[in-house]
């Protein structure tokens, strides 16, 4: 796998992240918390969900950046796919509880209980996880 392809690969997963767990995050606030009775209309909506999704794309560049090293790494040392992808699932899952823990700054007890931070928290994991597991993991051999 060359740089390229690596990098190709956590762009997608960062991508895929961002976008989709946007979606499956404020498909879950609109409907299952206080956080409907605040959206007026489909425009507010989407205002929102922009607003939100361009702020979680600009803080989680350094994220992915760490990633990015990480799994480069693990793609060199010639390791299987399915271990990469194990290890890659557990490094986004610490890199991601730490970037929640610090962004808003709410401890460790958002994980326990039902506000929005924990909502955001397991849709962005989920989504990350699968996209993680899901896109190949391209391997190019330098001779």
Known sequence: MTVNETLKYVLKVWATTIIF???LTFSILTTLTTFASEIKNLIDLARISFTVTFIATLLTIPVTLIFYILADTLVR??????FIKGVLVFIAAVLIFIFFVFVFEQGTDFLWTYSSTAIFFYCYFSVLTVS????????????
């Open 77 to 82: 040392k010639k390791l299987t796919n399915t």
């Open 132 to 143: 993680i597991i899901v896109y190949k993991l391209n391997r190019v051999s330098k001779v």
């Open 21 to 23: 767990g946007s979606i």
